[in-house]
């Protein structure tokens, strides 16, 4: 390992353990990643969405054995989504429990695989997670270059291995820089930046977070319908402005007019001043943009990096 990786550590927001005799094929018709063949192993990335096709949470989802699972989501807390699960469990044999005291460490970098190797024995492929030190380890979601996730069941064995790759000579990032990156990768917070009132094709998620091809689940019909026949009307964006940061959430207008085109939604201090996401009108995406009458520029837009 060299000085050529970095780390973060967070707290989830959610971390549940969910099982049952049904519980494969509940979770296949609740989540938006394709889960129809689990075998342990498995760890998918996708969304929770109401019957209208709504972003109401992401997380991912790792599968222990066939009738076991666990769910680890960053922007929504663990009650909450499991009462969204439980609204839908009619007659299926699943139980929940929410998990207390995980942490989360985010490995990246140039040496990020080697780091990884290290740290668990082994570098966990795309689609699967290994165990080790304490910690189930997959790659990550939220950078451009080689990043891992390892989410530890209590504190002791995350300080145990942030202790490891600072003698390796490892340096701590802050969260500002880790939301940079992330934005810069195109990867969008969830509910944060794209939420309850929004589709995910609208951040370029359909078929990447969303599988077009597994057969029903919640909210599918106004999914497909948009991605097989229609086009979003509106669009997640990169944006950057001079000064100070604007407070949030903030309209945007063009110049000359009253009527709000989109608004700001998440925005990270810069060395010359500030980038972050806005959801703007596809049809209003021409020059002189402002934000508290301030211009700002519109970026690309926001989905995963190729």
Known sequence: M?????????RPACHLRLW???????????FSADLRTPE????????WLNAKGKVQADSWVWCRDPESFEILSMGTAGENLREMLERHIIADEVEMEVLEGST???????????????????????GGFIEGAGAVC??????????????????????????TLQAAGAQAVEGVAIELERIAAGYPAI????????????AGLVGEAVCTTKGCFLGQESILRMHNLG??????????????????????????EERPVGELRSAYATDSGWTGVAILKLN???????????PITAGEAMGPVR
Not at 2 to 10: Q, R
Not at 146 to 154: L, P
Not at 191 to 202: I, M, N, Q, V
Not at 241 to 246: A, F, I, K, Q, T
């Open 40 to 47: 342990a192993g498995l760890c998918v990335y996708g969304l």
């Open 231 to 256: 086009q979003a009307r509106r669009g997640l964006y990169r944006v950057s402005g001079e000064g100070s940061l604007p407070e949030l959430p903030a309209a945007l207008r063009q110049d000359g």
């Open 284 to 294: 209003r995406m021409g020059a002189g943009l402002l934000c508290d009458g301030a």
């Open 104 to 126: 989360l460490l985010m490995v990246q970098g140039k040496d990020a695989e080697g780091a990884v190797a290290e740290l668990f024995g082994a570098v966990p492929e795309a």
């Open 2 to 10: 060299t000085k050529l990786v970095s780390f973060y550590k967070a």
């Open 191 to 202: 509910p944060g930046e794209l939420g309850t009132a929004d589709l995910p094709g609208e």
């Open 20 to 30: 049952g005799e049904d519980a494969a094929t509940f979770l296949n018709s609740q």
């Open 138 to 163: 997959y790659p990550g979601r939220r950078a451009r270059g080689a990043h891992f996730d390892a989410c530890f069941g209590d504190s002791t064995a995350a300080e145990a291995a942030v202790a």
